[in-house]
């Protein structure tokens, strides 16, 4: 049981080439996230998705867009990468609904931009 | 708009001796509140959480905290720290739509041998 699965595990970037961090889950969860972790900051929610086909905007959206595929995949997309979004991505995936239950999260993307 | 504060940038204990990490919390309704632990590169784990009932809530790896209504708290606890405790940790509140969890800045945790 794998749990939360994100690729790649690092990524070095110039400014303005894009791509796209890729995650997925295995225990069935309906919600899906997107957070940023930066030094002092804490986490902060990029976007979210609370069933196949629906994607809301969380706290930090501007630079992004995400996916979700389909209930197992969520993925995120930097179209012009700017050294701002410098940062560690986690995708982490819950019950929707069920405001008792944790989340559950992936091992990170660190991502540089130069 | 649900919040999360941890007060203190940086804890520093002996081994052996008890801990805290503190957590406060703003909320529209009922609090759900959440701690994680992440060590160093690698992704946050899940250690406890209060939804309802008993005002202490034990958790993983001898963790425990202790909910307190009037102050607004959320206080991570263990009575005897470890080396291997030192990490960053995360209070976590449900925000009030029920979907996602919004963190505080966090707390690092050292514990010297």
């Known amino acids: 049981n794998a749990g939360v699965t994100q690729t790649p595990k690092f990524q070095v970037l110039k400014t303005g080439q894009s791509m796209t961090l890729q995650c997925a889950q295995d225990?069935?969860?309906?919600?899906m996230y997107w957070y940023r972790q930066d030094p002092g900051m804490g986490l902060r929610l990029i976007y979210y998705?609370?069933?196949?086909?629906?994607?809301d905007k969380g706290e930090v959206p501007n630079g992004y867009n995400v996916s979700r595929l389909n209930k197992r995949e969520f993925s995120l997309r930097l179209e012009s990468a700017a050294p701002s979004q410098t940062s560690v991505y986690f995708c982490?995936?819950?019950?929707?609904?069920?405001?008792?239950?944790?989340?559950?999260f992936g091992q990170g993307t660190r991502l540089t931009v130069v | 708009a649900q919040s999360v504060a941890q007060p203190e940038d940086q804890v520093n204990v002996a081994e052996g001796n008890p801990l805290t990490v503190k957590c406060t919390y703003s909320?529209?309704?009922?609090?759900?509140l959440f701690w994680y632990v992440q060590y160093p590169n690698r992704g946050l784990q899940f250690l406890l959480k209060?939804?309802?009932?008993?005002?202490l809530v034990k958790g993983s790896y001898g963790f425990e905290a202790e909910f307190n209504k009037s102050q607004t708290s959320f206080h991570l606890k263990k009575p005897s720290a470890l080396v291997s405790d030192s990490a960053l940790y995360f209070c976590?509140?449900?925000?009030?739509?029920?979907?996602?969890?919004?963190f505080g800045k966090g707390t690092t945790l050292s514990v010297s041998s």
């Open positions: 225990m069935n969860h309906n919600s």
């Open positions: 909320v529209s309704g009922n609090p759900y």
């Open positions: 209060y939804i309802t009932g008993d005002n």
């Open positions: 982490a995936s819950s019950w929707t609904g069920r405001v008792d239950t944790e989340a559950f």
């Open positions: 976590a509140v449900r925000d009030i739509t029920g979907t996602a969890l919004i």
């Open positions: 998705s609370a069933s196949e086909g629906t994607t």
